[in-house]
Structures are given as structure tokens and as C-alpha cells.
T-cell receptor, first 113, second 112 residues
Framework: EDQVTQSPEALRLQEGESSSLNCSYT??????LFWYRQDPGKGPEFLFT???AGEEKEKERLKATLTKKESFLHITAPKPEDSATYLC??????????????FGKGTRLSVIA | DAGVTQSPTHLIKTRGQQVTLRCSPK?????VSWYQQALGQGPQFIFQ???????QRGNFPDRFSGHQFPNYSSELNVNALLLGDSALYLC???????????FGQGTRLTVV
């Protein structure tokens, strides 16, 4: 069974204090690993897709990396507006069409000014 | 581009009632997936529609059903509502030949 585990569950940072969020996964053939940001009561906002081990992607203060067993979301010099829940999801299989995403429970990030 | 739109944004229903939620996909997208997100949890896959057919289904009872229309928009129907059906219902759209899925803002369903 495909599984995603995110840690920590919650993280509190001072503004400017860099840190990393972890996403460990087991999947029967990784098609893609996804990071989303979710604000309270809103839908997830797409951030990154990673497809193979060693791949890295950056967007503003965020950088996502991927190994064969886990992904990290590095946050450099965070600001209060980066406060949100960050969700990791995997998509398995190589069949045609889109297989469903399997999500972790998310990491709740709070950045204090 | 309007992105993925869902309606309504909030609604309150009584146990035993039926509810219909609606989703319009992002322009150019032909695949719609529905997810249920309980408080403090990650989204759970309900089912996916492509070419007006249910293509895949998660571990949800038959009380959950759906439909996709020729314009790719979709509905999620839930019958005989239970208190445990209270959640944020998310619609995600994608192109069949692309892995990236984009979500709507969700419908917050409260069952009392």
C-alpha cells in the first residue's frame, strides 16, 4: 500500500530561521511527488512536482529535493506569510491516465515575526 | 484563467439528507478527481472522472456517487448523510496526459 509520512506535524520558526520539512514515502513505482501549500479552509495550492531521485526545484524561499525514499522542503529565511500547512503527495504507477494522489497529513508551519 | 471553481463554498445539512457539490475544471483540463479532507488530515481520494466515466475509486461507500458532463464539469453526490461526512470536499482537475493536479477552494460540508 502506498504511504506518505510527514514530519514534524507542526513547526514553529522565528522569521529568518531556516528549516526543513520531511516527507517519507513508500510507493509501488513513483510517477511523481508533489508539494502543496494549504491555507486554513482553502484548497491546496500547487508548489512543485519532482519525478526522479536527485531532482531539485526552487520557488522563492522554498526548495524541494527528492531521494528514493524521501523528499525535503527547505525553507530559507521564512517570513510570516509562509505560515501554512504544507502537504506532500505521491502518485504511483505508470499506467496511462492519472492515478490518484496519496497525501500525508501535512506539516503545520508557523513563522513568528 | 479562472482555475478550478467549486460551489457552494459552505453548506449545512441534516443527517439522512442528500447533497450535491459542483466543480468546474481549469480550462484545458479533462480529468476531475474528488477528495475528502477531514480536519487535521490529508485529502483522501474519493473517485476520478474522465470522458464522463468513473475511472478510479477510493475506499468510499456507494453513498458517494458522481457524474461528469460533456463540458468536463463534475458533480459529487452524497446520499444518507452521516455526521462523519462533515469535511472539506476538494475537486482537482488535470489533463489526462499530465501528472499535475490543481485544486479548487473546496466546499465545507457540515452535517448536523
Amino acid at each position: 500500500e502506498d504511504q506518505v509520512t510527514q514530519s514534524p506535524e507542526a513547526l514553529r520558526l522565528q522569521e529568518g530561521e531556516s528549516s526543513s520539512l520531511n516527507c517519507s514515502y513508500t510507493v509501488s513505482g513513483l510517477r511523481g511527488l508533489f508539494w502543496y501549500r494549504q491555507d486554513p479552509g482553502k484548497g491546496p495550492e500547487f508548489l512543485f512536482t519532482l519525478y526522479s531521485a536527485g531532482e531539485e526545484k526552487e520557488k522563492e524561499r522554498l526548495k524541494a529535493t527528492l531521494t528514493k525514499k524521501e523528499s525535503f522542503l527547505h525553507i530559507t529565511a521564512p517570513k510570516p506569510e509562509d505560515s501554512a500547512t504544507y502537504l506532500c503527495a505521491v502518485q504511483a504507477g505508470w499506467d496511462s491516465g492519472n492515478t490518484p494522489l496519496v497525501f500525508g497529513k501535512g506539516t503545520r508551519l508557523s513563522v513568528i515575526a | 484563467d479562472a482555475g478550478v471553481t467549486q460551489s457552494p463554498t459552505h453548506l449545512i445539512k441534516t443527517r439522512g439528507q442528500q447533497v450535491t457539490l459542483r466543480c468546474s475544471p481549469k480550462s484545458g483540463h479533462d480529468t476531475v478527481s474528488w477528495y475528502q479532507q477531514a480536519l487535521g488530515q490529508g485529502p483522501q481520494f474519493i473517485f476520478q472522472y474522465y470522458e464522463e466515466e468513473e475511472r478510479q475509486r477510493g475506499n468510499f461507500p456507494d453513498r458517494f456517487s458522481g457524474h461528469q458532463f460533456p463540458n468536463y464539469s463534475s458533480e459529487l453526490n452524497v446520499n444518507a448523510l452521516l455526521l462523519g461526512d462533515s469535511a472539506l470536499y476538494l475537486c482537482a482537475s488535470s489533463r489526462d496526459d499530465d501528472t499535475e493536479a490543481f485544486f479548487g477552494q473546496g466546499t465545507r460540508l457540515t452535517v448536523v
